[in-house]
């Protein structure tokens, strides 16, 4: 008599381990660079109110009497235009950043936007000038906007301070070329333009404030110790920014954190 195998119920198959897999999103890993572009603006306060401070004053000074009510209104239009022009130079020079993001250039570019951020540093700090020597690169292009930019003045209407303020957003600038090859040494023209934008913002306090004669934020910012101060934590930034193993000792000192406490829940 042949016995017949005995059919047992087969056993569930044990589930794979699942593992919570963070998958950070792109606006996430941008956010600490937002904050970082929004902080350089507001260090580089002191360097705003040697450049566009006196140009701030005569917007103010050029707006006529019957418009005195409207001056904040001109004010907020004024710098939207030159905020949208610093988004709008960060995409042209972001495009050129994304098209060398896979060439050994892209390692240069970005060594350079940091020995540039050390160097706008050392002139916040008023340890050395050299780099308004850069800004002669841009006084080409501003000698052909200038004319344009004086046809707008006196400022009358919103439209007018909007168009004057983004032609004077590509007036010479040391600190905004610093910040503009910083952005375009992330590889992407989107997240360069976001940067120069969160760059621009950063600025806005302290030339609102000077247009309208606050005198305690603008003596506050031209303190010899505020202005050292900023200049440290922004050659601090530049040294962070500039490629080498303190990157990787960072990266992997944030992940391990991150691993940590995802195990422990």
């Given at each position: 008599m042949t016995k017949t195998p005995s059919t047992r119920p087969a056993l569930p198959k044990p589930r794979a381990e699942t593992r919570w897999t963070s998958r950070t999103s792109p606006v996430a890993e941008l956010a600490p660079l937002l904050l970082s572009a929004l902080i350089l603006g507001l260090l580089g306060g002191g360097h705003c109110l040697g450049m566009c401070g006196g140009l701030m004053g005569a917007l103010t000074l050029a707006i006529p009497p019957e418009q005195r009510a409207r001056r904040l209104r001109l004010l907020l239009a004024y710098n939207l235009g030159r905020i949208l022009s610093y988004a709008i130079a960060g995409l042209l020079i972001g495009l050129a950043g994304w098209a060398i993001a896979s060439s050994p250039a892209a390692m240069a570019l970005r060594v350079v936007a940091a020995l540039l951020l050390i160097c706008m540093g050392l002139y916040l700090a008023g340890w050395w000038s050299g780099l308004t020597r850069i800004e002669a690169l841009g006084r080409g292009l501003w000698r052909h906007l200038q004319p344009v930019a004086r046809k707008l003045l006196p400022v009358s209407t919103l439209p007018r301070a909007l168009l004057l303020g983004g032609l004077w957003g590509w007036l010479p600038c040391g600190l905004v070329y610093s910040t503009l090859l910083w952005s375009a040494s992330q590889g992407s023209a989107t997240d360069s333009a976001l940067l120069m934008l969160a760059f621009g913002i950063g600025t806005l306090p302290v030339l609102i404030a000077t247009g309208l004669a606050a005198e305690r934020l603008t003596a506050l910012l031209r303190k010899r110790g505020v202005r050292v101060t900023?200049?440290?934590?922004?050659?601090?930034?530049?040294?962070?920014?500039?490629?080498?193993?303190?990157?990787?000792?960072?990266?992997?000192?944030?992940?391990?954190?991150?691993?940590?406490?995802q195990h422990s829940h």
């Amino acid at each position: 008599m042949t016995k017949t195998p005995s059919t047992r119920p087969a056993l569930p198959k044990p589930r794979a381990e699942t593992r919570w897999t963070s998958r950070t999103s792109p606006v996430a890993e941008l956010a600490p660079l937002l904050l970082s572009a929004l902080i350089l603006g507001l260090l580089g306060g002191g360097h705003c109110l040697g450049m566009c401070g006196g140009l701030m004053g005569a917007l103010t000074l050029a707006i006529p009497p019957e418009q005195r009510a409207r001056r904040l209104r001109l004010l907020l239009a004024y710098n939207l235009g030159r905020i949208l022009s610093y988004a709008i130079a960060g995409l042209l020079i972001g495009l050129a950043g994304w098209a060398i993001a896979s060439s050994p250039a892209a390692m240069a570019l970005r060594v350079v936007a940091a020995l540039l951020l050390i160097c706008m540093g050392l002139y916040l700090a008023g340890w050395w000038s050299g780099l308004t020597r850069i800004e002669a690169l841009g006084r080409g292009l501003w000698r052909h906007l200038q004319p344009v930019a004086r046809k707008l003045l006196p400022v009358s209407t919103l439209p007018r301070a909007l168009l004057l303020g983004g032609l004077w957003g590509w007036l010479p600038c040391g600190l905004v070329y610093s910040t503009l090859l910083w952005s375009a040494s992330q590889g992407s023209a989107t997240d360069s333009a976001l940067l120069m934008l969160a760059f621009g913002i950063g600025t806005l306090p302290v030339l609102i404030a000077t247009g309208l004669a606050a005198e305690r934020l603008t003596a506050l910012l031209r303190k010899r110790g505020v202005r050292v101060t900023g200049g440290l934590l922004v050659i601090l930034f530049g040294l962070w920014t500039l490629p080498g193993p303190h990157q990787a000792w960072l990266m992997g000192h944030g992940s391990s954190a991150s691993s940590e406490h995802q195990h422990s829940h």
